[in-house]
């Protein structure tokens, strides 16, 4: 087992992004586990768990439906939260990356204004950290699914990690609310 988490803390830039991505596929993963279990396919369902949890699918034992359907209601509200920070990543691009696109001028009150070329800099500028922190939040959740996802490969789970993705959860409710509040 401590081989099989060594791997999954190592692998570089690819590593990261690739466990940045597996959470993002949580809550799509979930709902589709449903449909899989329902239509005899548990095997199918498996593998993509084991997939996305980093598991060697060949090494663990196969969980049955009832396991699995469980694991999906759990990994709903993890899916949810992954859908914050993967705003924060859409926001990054479009009001960063691609900010001539969304923002046709003029530029005089705009950050970094009043220059097309200034203002797109300034608010590439501050969209780097946000993207950064929106990678890093996602990588952090799959750290906390692979916690979570040892009740489904039979492993102990403390109350730790359920403890977390309740108050996760809630603080990101929190956030979702207020922010609406103040568009």
């Known amino acids: ?47 993509w768990w084991a997939r996305i949890g980093g598991e060697d699918s060949a090494a663990v034992r196969r969980p049955g439906a009832g396991r699995l359907l469980g694991h999906a209601l759990v990994c709903v509200p993890l899916g949810l939260i992954a859908l914050v920070p993967v705003g924060v990543e859409v926001l990054s691009v479009l009001r960063g990356l691609l900010y001539p696109l969304v923002e046709s001028g003029p530029y005089d009150h705009s950050w970094g204004g009043p220059t097309l070329a200034g203002a797109w800099a300034a608010h590439f500028l501050v969209a780097l950290p946000f993207a950064a922190a929106g990678l890093g939040a996602l990588a952090l959740l799959h750290r906390l699914h692979h916690r979570l996802a040892g009740r489904l490969w039979g492993r102990r789970v403390g109350a730790g990690p359920v403890l977390v993705t309740l108050v996760t959860a809630l603080a990101c409710a929190v956030l979702v609310v207020a922010w609406t509040h103040q568009l």
């Open 1 to 47: 087992m401590a081989a099989r988490l060594s791997r999954g803390v190592r692998g570089g830039p690819a590593g990261f992004l690739r466990r940045a991505g597996r959470a993002a596929a949580l809550l799509p993963v979930a709902v589709a586990t449903a449909g899989l279990v329902a239509a005899g396919r548990t095997d199918r369902a498996a593998r």
